[in-house]
């Protein structure tokens, strides 16, 4: 069965001549001696597909009674640590995890919150729902409701539900249509329909919406982008470019979010960890390219000057390799 967490754009892909038992105790012995065997841990884990290492994880407890991840909290540190935590993470989990960190403590991380549920298929968003009740016993509705307010507290819950039509079909009658409703809730009106722009731009497909915003410009002679810049505001006016920005082009919205997290004083090592690990095995290929194209230098040239040590080594090896 083809996993919905699997695309075929990814750096990473199933190791060949792969054995649990093997890899299982290779970690086994790097956690355990003097001193942690660092260069072990990442040849194993930044190379296995996460498919692989689930079964790993599972080796490892049936072998040795203990929980990966514990292990490798007690025994690494810092950056590290998340990392390779997040690699042995069920993808589901993992994206529970991370809305849970968006949303925790005083302030909410808007733009994790946004990125992460703009760019999830609708399957993927119902796993992670179900993740989210798992492990949190409360629903990520309910946690999203809490924290957020308004329009976009409505937009991001319509995306939690995970109800965007994903078919590759597009109906341009629809389009036409769609692209009127929006210009007469925006452009033609006094004040903004905001419940239009929510229900059409969370709910059609992004193929659909692409040719919709054709039509849009055909309609009113501008990019939707500027009509959503100058009739909205907020994290809502945010959320809804995101979706334009991924719907248009998504490997081209990452790698914008990837070189904000890598530039300027500090590094954004949350929203860098979560896209090199989860876009890993789905399209991190095209990330770079486009990393490239628009910043005329390699994603593994940025990662290499910005990160150090074991961190930056399996950020690397998970980025896979020069443009």
């Known amino acids: 069965m083809a996993s919905i967490w699997v695309g075929h754009r990814g750096t990473v892909k199933d190791y060949p001549g792969f054995?649990?038992?093997v890899d299982a105790e290779a970690i086994r012995k790097a956690i355990r001696g003097i001193g942690t065997d660092e260069?072990?841990?990442?040849?194993?884990?930044?190379?296995?597909?996460?498919?692989?290492?689930?079964?790993?994880v599972k080796e490892y407890q049936a072998a040795y009674g203990k929980e990966l991840k514990d292990d490798l909290k007690g025994d690494l540190s810092g950056e590290l640590k998340n990392l390779m935590v997040a690699l042995v993470t069920p993808p589901a989990v993992f994206d529970a995890k991370q809305l849970k960190k968006s949303m925790k403590g005083t302030?909410?991380?808007?733009?994790?919150?946004?990125?992460i549920l703009t760019t999830r298929t609708s399957r993927q968003m119902k796993e992670i729902g179900q993740a989210y009740y798992t492990v949190y016993k409360k629903s990520l509705g309910d946690a999203i409701s809490s924290e957020t307010s308004g329009d976009f507290r409505k937009a991001l819950l319509t995306l939690a539900d995970g109800r965007r039509e994903e078919s590759q079909k597009v109906d341009e009658q629809l389009a036409k249509k769609d692209a009127q409703i929006l210009y007469n809730a925006g452009e033609k009106r006094w004040g903004t329909d905001e419940d239009t722009f929510t229900e059409i731009l969370c709910l059609r497909s992004f193929l659909q919406l692409k040719l919709t915003f054709d039509e849009y410009r055909n309609i009113s002679q501008k990019d939707i982008e500027d009509s959503i810049k100058g009739e909205l505001s907020g994290h809502f006016e945010d959320l809804?470019?995101?979706?334009?920005?991924?719907?248009?082009?998504?490997p081209a919205f990452l790698a914008v979010r990837l070189h904000q997290a890598l530039k300027g004083a500090g590094t954004d090592e949350f929203t860098l960890n979560r896209i090199m690990v989860s876009r890993s095995?789905?399209?991190?290929?095209?990330?770079r390219a486009e990393f490239k194209k628009h910043y005329g230098y390699s994603l593994y040239s940025a990662i290499k000057s910005d990160t150090s040590g074991y961190y930056g080594n399996t950020l690397l090896k998970l980025c896979g390799g020069e443009d």
């Open 19 to 21: 054995s649990p038992s």
């Open 39 to 56: 260069n072990t841990l990442i040849s194993v884990l930044a190379e296995r597909s996460n498919a692989q290492r689930q079964l790993i």
């Open 107 to 115: 302030g909410t991380n808007e733009d994790a919150l946004i990125e």
């Open 240 to 250: 809804l470019l995101a979706i334009v920005h991924c719907a248009r082009n998504m």
């Open 281 to 287: 095995e789905i399209d991190l290929l095209d990330i």
